[in-house]
């Protein structure tokens, strides 16, 4: 069996004179779980709606395994996909929607018993999805993606009303499959959730790529900051501003009485200001995350030392 | 194709849409055939005692299909199959699961052709049954005024044969307009509307209104099965052939829609 392997190319997605998706192209390889961020109506849902052949593109292809997902015989067992946890007839049981998928895509029935284990939802499975919660639908809905075992899974908002338990579950499940060689792309809008899972992103913003690489790329760009919390932050507040204006630091208050220094070291911060005795309770070193990033990038911010590139082309 | 057909089956089965299709297009036309052999029987018995003056002559073995298809606008039977038609694509298409049946599987015409498949399959027992479970009852309840109709002849076999295949064929139309229109109340509306209102008006109000309704669908239908009363001058199977015609351009259209324009994301 090959390597998974997802590629798009110069993909454009118009409906009548709008165009949502603007000759995005990227390339996932096998092992690799991918991002998928940006605002809502960035061309995320769309983008993955022609990835998995629910729609055609303008222009463009999008391929999985080399082959448009559309033209695959058996579909399930290349990619599984979570797109919305209200596709589900509310009358229906859980069980019985996994079984009527299963038929149609030609798994063995055994199947539906091993992904509502694997799911949590095997006491629920004679229950109708109608008398589910949102995070039991959700579930049920990763239960489906994984029915053919696929390579590649594809999740949009998978942590929408996931309790802590079930997101490290589902933290755990995606890295297990990325670690055994396969592709994870998930769409989300948490990124705390997806900070210490992706290792790729690919951002875009009004349909065009604002970003695709590595995170480490976006976030190595960006600076750090410390945030300082005095022992007696009203006191102080003129002696710090002083000390950091005599010391050329940026320092920023904020309404909770803490001082933010973009771009300074722990080390410059805890000298200036005991060169100007100003008691410090707490000071730490705070590194810039995806969210930073991610902030950054949809702003049209290019970010030194990363491959962005805004407007224009995008390949 | 296998696989699709018992995914279709399975579906049906976990809703209780099946279940009141079948249970209403069972119970309705011996229902309907009840009351109507009921008033008949009466009327006869009073007639005989009362000497009256507009006898009607006994009806024949189509008498059984007016709980089934209805006496210019549809009977029960009808209705539930086409309504049963429709909903097979549109509540599917209400929940997205059509949408996931297209994730699982890449062959959306099959996906079409096994729905068509279940709803033969439904509707041809449920109707050929209840036709002629209507001849039994009306030939039960009616008394003097059955005394043309025989339910177990080959001519009442021969009527229930074409009223199910004149069913089934609605139903297929019904399936085609539900794909075509991919809308609830669109659908509704043409299939409620036109049966009810649209066929029984068009030819009062359309110049040369014979020449119309010679080619209206359930003038035809009607013909073909032997209910007497349209203007049609073609020959039953002519008539016959016409609906299924005009059944099978629906449903290839529908399912060509199906197969080649994307579904709506958000139904």
Request: include cysteine.
């Amino acid at each position: 069996m090959t390597a998974p392997h997802l590629e798009v190319r110069g993909l454009t997605k118009r409906y009548g004179h709008r165009t949502v998706l603007d000759d995005v192209s990227c390339s996932v390889p096998a092992g690799t779980l991918v991002g998928l961020l940006g605002p809502n109506g960035s061309g995320k849902t769309t983008l993955l709606r022609v990835l998995l052949g629910l729609e055609r593109a303008t222009r463009g292809e999008a391929l999985v395994n080399g082959r448009p997902l559309a033209r695959v015989a058996d579909p399930a067992r290349h990619v599984g996909a979570l797109l919305d946890c209200t596709w589900f007839h509310p009358r229906r049981t859980g069980r019985d929607h996994l079984r009527w998928m299963s038929e149609a895509a030609g798994v063995r029935r055994t199947r539906v018993d091993e992904v509502l284990e694997l799911t949590g939802l095997a006491d629920h499975g004679r229950d109708p999805v109608g008398s589910y919660s949102l995070g039991m639908r959700q579930r049920l809905g990763i239960a489906g993606a994984l029915l053919g075992d696929p390579d590649v899974l594809v999740f949009d908002e998978p942590f929408n009303g996931l309790d802590h338990a079930a997101t490290r579950w589902l933290a755990e499940l995606v890295a297990e499959r990325v670690a055994a060689g396969g592709i994870v792309v998930m769409s989300s809008h948490q990124l705390a959730e997806l900070d210490p899972l992706v290792d790729r992103l690919l951002v875009l913003g009004r349909g065009r790529r604002l970003f695709d690489g590595p995170v480490a790329d976006v976030v190595a760009g960006l600076t750090s900051e410390v945030l300082v919390h005095p022992l007696t932050p009203e006191r102080d507040h003129d002696a710090i501003r002083r000390a950091a204006e005599t010391a050329g630091l940026l320092a920023r208050p904020d309404a909770d009485g803490t001082w933010t220094f973009p771009g300074a070291t722990v080390e410059t911060v805890s000298t200036t200001l005991a060169d100007a005795a100003v008691p410090v309770r707490h000071i730490e070193q705070r590194g810039a995350g995806l969210s930073d990033a991610y902030e950054r990038l949809v702003q049209g911010q290019s970010l030194p030392g990363t491959p962005v590139r805004t407007g224009g082309g995008t390949r | 194709m296998t696989g699709l057909l018992r995914a279709e089956l399975t579906k049906a089965r976990s809703t209780p849409l099946l279940v009141w299709t079948v249970g209403l297009a069972l119970l309705l036309p011996p229902l309907l055939a009840a009351l109507l052999g009921g008033a008949m029987g009466s009327r006869e018995s009073y007639c005989a005692r009362n000497s009256c003056d507009n006898v009607l002559a006994p009806p024949d073995a189509t008498v059984a299909t007016i709980g089934v298809l209805g006496d210019g606008i549809p009977g029960g039977a009808l209705t539930v199959l086409t309504a049963f038609a429709a909903a097979l694509l549109l509540v599917e298409l209400r929940y997205n699961t059509l949408s996931t049946a297209f994730l699982v599987t890449s062959r959306r015409t099959r996906v079409a052709v096994a729905k068509v498949v279940l709803l033969v399959a439904v509707a041809v027992p449920v109707v050929f049954v209840a036709t002629m479970a209507s001849g039994v009852v009306f030939d039960r309840v009616a008394g003097p005024a059955a005394a043309r109709v025989s339910p177990f002849s080959a001519a009442s076999f021969d009527v229930a044969a074409r009223t199910t295949s004149v069913v089934v064929a609605f139903a297929l139309m019904a399936f085609g307009i539900a794909a075509l229109t991919r809308h609830i109340w669109v659908t509704a509306a043409v299939v409620v509307a036109w049966p009810n209102f649209l066929e029984p008006l068009l030819p009062m109000v359309l110049p040369g209104g014979d020449d119309v309704a010679a080619y209206l669908p359930f003038a035809n239908a009607r013909h073909f099965v032997g209910i007497e009363g349209g203007p049609v001058t073609w020959s039953p199977l002519v008539s016959g052939a016409y609906v299924a015609l005009l059944a099978v351009v629906l449903l290839v259209a529908g399912v060509a829609r199906l197969s080649r324009v994307d579904l709506p994301r958000s139904p």
